[in-house]
């Protein structure tokens, strides 16, 4: 049997599905397995149905796949849901004495636990345990040592009393016998673990990490799924390190308090998604035309309008990339895995500071609610390196001055980047303005300082394009004609199913692109494959748009959008029926 | 801080464009002269501005300064000052800017108590965009937009500070020099959100709320028996929709400003070279 485990808690939204799963997730990690984690929640606090699913191996896992091996289902309805996932041999536990389940029918060639979980539940001290005593009884399924799950009780439930922590670990137990006794099925798993410790944690709370290890000390935001972990995640630690969260009263606010604070000289950010972006879109004019670093993070989720809010979707690469009004100079930093929004926050800091411009780090809902293992030094806090820019103090203000001894904020260098003053520098007082200025500051409509003053702001990004490196991720078969290009969270998927194609005998190679702008030049790689293919989360492929204008070519597009992120093999079929297809359907 | 600032001081050498005889000259002036008495100087104040004719008033100051969206100067003030609690943060808009486009950030920034200045010139008039009704123009003020007036009643910028729970309220009029730059700079030295509402009137589009009508109505507290800490006082003249007053109507002696309440203290922009000392731990919490 191989190693790779998929197993799956569903019910109704407010069973504790969410907790239950992060348990065993946190249990699975602590016996030095791989963990990733991924949801299924609609958008309600109770009712409505409501999946946590992990997958677990001793090597690293970083995408699902259409196959659930173990399901713990508390409502009916959850078998339904995960029909088209569960396969011959899959495990079923369910509690058969609760009245709306004991018509259960488990479909044929699956393996059915009926476990009194809510009679042993309160056997152990609560039918509030029912969860914990599934978790014991999937412990005895997969032959997994159930110590690892006692671990993990003990950091969910050690602040509570070591009460709590025994009646849940003698609930587990009580899962575990009786599966033991009751059944004499000889179950085909023997779940491996390792000395290794990993960390396991989502692409929000990585973002969060990030924003504190590069400094950030402000942040405001209004909550949004599923960017609101990133505030909780800082509210609480930030303060530790001297900033501060606030929540503000809508977005408009944030991104003026979070613009505020970053004039003050604090790295400051603010996150949202969708409709928050929306709304902050007037802002972002004016961070970049008073020269504000600012980062600005969105947590894309599936719209428009409310769309789908607790769904994934690619679909706001466009919104960043051009939304305000007028040209905007900014940056738009888009992370490929969770590990990568702590990276990539880091940088946005610093490209926001060396270029004095609005950053954006387009992130997205599968990653943002997605819990993956990690070694913990993926997180190397010394590695981590600050860089803020053309700071000049009350020495060197003068030198920054015109004959009048005024300080001029948005002198024009040669590579764009002005000096930056923070407020309190003696003599180095001055005015910043959304309206068009001079070197000063200040107001101006003349034709020639506009011109001036444009060139001055877009040479930023010119500069940037020369000195960092906004290389693509590259994977698969360096040689093949086959050409595969994701932004964002496919990576993982994508990175699985150049598995699948190889077994399939297609070769593929694999570019992975952090960067939307700047974003890395495609154009000799487009024009020296064979076949090229853009995979994104959205309908209308807008980096795969990006990317014929820059090359000046027709590519393929595999697009999804039902809310779903991408499953490794399901993106394995769709790339090789896409490379059968004759005719470019973009 | 050096002990020499005069308020020219924070003059900076544009000359304004408004209007000759414009309000807001007046209040400007008491402006500088509130920072300068309370011990600032250009290079520790921050002055944010909205946009309006009044909007304009970080230009012709020389502070450390933002001139940012229409509605959205307090946001800025409170990021700000929350970043760098050494810093005199004062904000100053219109009434359009502040009780109509910002009316929910006004409401908030008073309830949040961060310790600032929002100084609003109320015009009862939209003067940057020549002349239309704004939130504290008459029911029946006709302008370009509301030719037989808004037909609804002005808000009560005073009332709304009250019930969201201000701390410091007060009203003040531009021409009335001393008693402007007294009462800002009261709302300078009060710990937490200062708010005065400034009558400055528009010499161009409103012919209804000029200096003759103002200097006709005016009721000055200092002229009466007035305590502004007793809150039930403040209602009744804060409701009282026929007078125009003058003076702190109301001050919380016990506010207690943001940053103390959450124990901000530091200049944030103050960060090490690399990741903070202890950040491993940020990563141990998540085994
Ligand atoms: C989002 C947005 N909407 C509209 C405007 C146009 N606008 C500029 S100033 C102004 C009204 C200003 O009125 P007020 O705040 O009373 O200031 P005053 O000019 O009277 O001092 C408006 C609507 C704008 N700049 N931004
Ligand atoms: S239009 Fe009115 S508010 Fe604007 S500058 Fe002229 S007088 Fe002042």
Not at chain 2, 195 to 205: E, H, I, L, M, R
């Amino acid at each position: 049997m191989p190693d790779d485990l998929n197993w799956a808690i569903g019910g109704e939204a407010g069973d504790g599905i969410d907790s239950t799963g992060k348990i065993f997730a946190q249990a699975l990690s602590r016996a030095g397995r791989h963990v990733f984690t991924s949801k299924d929640f609609a958008s309600r606090i109770r009712g409505g149905y409501t999946a946590y699913k992990i997958r677990s191996s001793v090597d690293r896992v970083e995408s699902v796949v259409d196959r659930l091996d173990i399901l713990v289902a508390l409502t009916e309805r959850t078998i339904d849901e995960n029909l088209d996932e569960l396969h011959e041999g899959s495990v079923i536990i369910y509690d058969g004495e609760r009245t709306e389940m004991e018509d259960v029918e488990v479909p044929e060639g699956m393996i059915g636990l009926s476990v009194p979980l809510q009679r042993l539940a309160e056997e152990a001290g609560g039918a509030i345990m029912q969860n914990i005593v599934a978790l014991g009884a999937a412990c005895e399924v997969t032959n997994f040592p159930i110590e690892n799950l006692d671990s993990a009780l003990e950091k969910k439930f050690g602040a509570k009393g070591e009460s709590i922590v025994e009646n849940n670990k003698e609930a587990a137990r009580k899962g575990q016998e009786f599966v033991d006794e009751e059944y004499d099925h000889e179950f085909d798993y023997d779940l491996e673990t390792t000395d290794s410790d990993y960390v396991l944690l989502n692409g929000d709370q990585a973002i969060g990490m990030g924003a504190i290890a590069a400094g950030c000390r402000f942040y405001a935001g209004y909550p949004i799924t599923p960017a609101t972990d990133v505030m909780e995640y800082l509210t609480g630690r930030i303060e530790q390190f001297g900033g501060e969260v606030v929540q503000a009263e809508d977005e408009l606010s944030a991104i003026n308090m979070a613009l505020g604070a970053a004039r003050a000289g604090a790295r400051s950010m603010t996150a949202t998604s969708g409709p928050g972006i929306d709304l902050m879109t007037e802002t972002f004019g004016l961070v970049a035309t008073s020269e504000t670093p600012l980062v600005i993070a969105d947590v894309m989720r599936s719209g428009p309008s409310t769309g789908m809010p607790t769904k994934q979707e690619q679909g706001d690469l466009n919104m960043t990339l051009y939304g305000g009004h007028g040209e905007i100079p900014r940056f738009v930093v888009a992370p490929t895995n969770v590990a990568e929004c702590f990276h990539k926050t880091v940088e946005a800091f610093n490209l926001a500071e060396k270029y004095q411009t609005p950053v954006f780090l387009l992130a997205d809902l599968s990653m943002a609610v997605t819990e993956q293992t990690f070694e913990p030094e993926t997180f190397d806090m010394d590695a981590v390196e600050i860089d803020r820019g053309k700071v000049v103090d009350e020495d060197e203000v003068e030198a920054w001055t015109d004959e009048k001894g005024r300080f001029q904020p948005h002198f024009s260098t040669a590579d764009g980047v002005s000096p930056r003053a923070f407020p309190g520098t003696t003599d180095g007082a001055h005015m910043s303005t959304g309206l068009e200025h001079n070197s000063l500051g200040r107001r101006t409509e003349d034709t020639d300082v506009r011109v001036e003053q444009v060139d001055k702001r877009n040479r930023k990004v010119e500069t940037a394009r020369e000195e960092e490196d906004w290389e693509p991720r590259e994977f698969g078969d360096p040689d093949s004609d086959n050409l595969v290009i994701s932004w964002g969270s496919n990576e993982g998927a994508m990175r699985e199913a150049l598995e699948f194609l190889d077994e399939d005998g297609v070769d593929v190679r694999f570019l992975s692109v952090p960067y939307i702008f700047p974003r890395p030049d495609l154009g000799d790689e487009i024009e020296a494959a064979d076949e090229v293919i853009v995979v994104e989360c959205n309908a209308t492929g807008q980096f795969a748009d990006l990317l014929e204008h820059d090359a000046l070519t027709r590519v393929k597009r595999v697009n999804k959008y039902n809310g779903v992120r991408f499953k490794a093999d399901e993106l394995a079929n769709e790339i090789k029926e896409s490379l059968q297809t004759e005719e470019v359907t973009a | 801080m050096s002990s020499d600032v005069r308020f020219t001081d924070f003059k900076s050498d544009k000359q304004p464009t408004w209007c000759p005889g414009c309000g807001d000259f007046g209040t400007m002036n008491g402006m500088m002269k509130a920072l300068a008495n309370t011990g600032n100087d250009p290079d520790n104040t921050f002055v944010v501005a909205g946009i309006g004719c009044s909007g304009k008033i970080g230009t012709y100051m020389h502070s450390y300064a933002l001139h940012g969206v229409h509605g959205r100067a307090l946001p800025v003030g409170t990021g700000v000052k929350l970043a760098n609690p050494d810093l005199e943060v004062m904000v100053a808009g219109g009434d359009g800017d502040g009780y109509s486009i910002g009316a929910g950030h006004f409401i908030h920034a008073v309830r949040r108590n961060v310790d600032m200045t929002y100084v609003v010139m109320d015009n009862r008039i939209y003067g940057l965009t020549k002349g239309q009704a704004s939130p504290t123009s008459r029911e029946d003020f006709e302008t370009s937009t509301t030719p037989e007036g808004p037909k609804q009643p002005p808000v009560n910028p005073l009332a709304l500070a009250l019930s969201a729970g201000g701390s410091f309220i007060a009203q003040s009029f531009s021409t009335d020099a001393q008693r402007h730059t007294e009462i800002v700079q009261k709302a300078i030295e009060h710990d937490g959100f200062g708010f005065v509402n400034v009558f400055s009137p528009c010499v161009t589009f409103n012919d209804v709320d000029t200096y003759d009508y103002f200097r006709d109505s005016i009721v000055d507290l200092a002229d009466e028996d007035y305590d502004p800490t007793d809150r039930e006082a403040a209602k009744e003249k804060i409701l009282d929709a026929d007078k125009e007053y003058q003076g702190i109507l109301y001050q919380n002696e016990e506010s207690v400003p943001y940053s103390d309440l959450h124990g901000l203290d530091s200049n944030m922009a103050d960060i090490p070279d690399g990741a903070p000392e202890g950040a491993m731990d940020l990563v141990r919490e998540f085994y």
